[in-house]
């Protein structure tokens, strides 16, 4: 791949970190632009039509949505982080879109206004969490020893967990040892772990906070007995 690419993306998105992590196992060099979208510059609004990031400029191209730019970067270059055969790959796609809708949950139990409804964002959680364990094998990644595109989308949904435990137990993944053990896996995994700043976790409790619903409220007790 010859032409310059851009990553253009916002710190706490997790749809940018898996752009991330798939440019990096595939060892690509690109340049990330940090963007404010509460304040999206023009030339952003011109290449992003949904307003959202992340977005791959490939020279005087632009390419927007994840899954899109994943799949770009899995027919251009090398090493493939899909499986060889056709329903095999089709399998990790669902799983891929599994991940993608395990964030709108996500989203939804941090932004839950009171504590029932955090309680109950909180069972849909694990209900999900209890499929992934269903579905794994022994590791340590998805499809066993080959990282693969279903990885790359869940270490940026791992993250999460990290904070949430940090305030209170959910009982998010626990007694499921094989979550538990790709989820370990994935946190060392060099392209996962570079596709975050190091200041992460402080800017996503920050974010969480300014949420004003229940875990917001919880975190700001957590936050008092320390």
């Given at each position: 791949m010859s032409s310059r690419l851009v990553l253009v993306s916002h710190a706490l998105c997790p749809y940018v970190q898996r752009a991330a992590i798939v440019l990096a196992e595939k060892g690509v060099a690109f340049e990330r632009r940090d963007i404010d979208l509460a304040h999206k510059p023009e030339w952003f609004r011109a290449i992003s039509p949904l307003?959202?990031?992340p977005v791959l400029v490939v020279g005087d191209d632009?390419?927007?949505e994840s899954a899109v730019i994943c799949e770009y970067l899995e027919e251009t270059t090398l090493p493939r982080l899909h499986p060889q055969g056709a329903l095999q790959r089709a399998r990790h796609r669902s799983w891929m879109e599994f991940g993608s809708a395990l964030l709108n949950t996500i989203a939804a139990f941090y932004n839950a206004a009171d504590?029932?409804?955090l309680a109950t964002r909180a069972a849909e959680i694990r209900a999900r969490i209890?499929?992934?364990?269903?579905?794994?094998g022994d590791g340590p990644y998805f499809a066993g020893t080959a990282f693969s595109m279903v990885d790359a989308v869940f270490g940026p949904v791992f993250r999460y967990f990290d904070v949430f435990e940090a305030?209170?137990?959910f009982g998010l993944c626990r007694d499921l040892p094989r979550v538990q053990?790709?989820?370990?896996?994935l946190a060392k995994r060099p392209s996962v772990a570079a596709a975050a700043t190091a200041?992460?976790?402080?800017r996503l409790k920050s974010f969480l906070e300014r949420r004003g619903g229940a875990l917001s409220r919880r975190i700001a007790r957590s936050t008092a007995v320390v």
């Open positions: 307003g959202k990031t632009a390419i927007f504590e029932a409804a209890e499929q992934l364990e269903a579905a794994l305030t209170d137990d053990r790709w989820r370990s896996a200041d992460y976790p402080v």
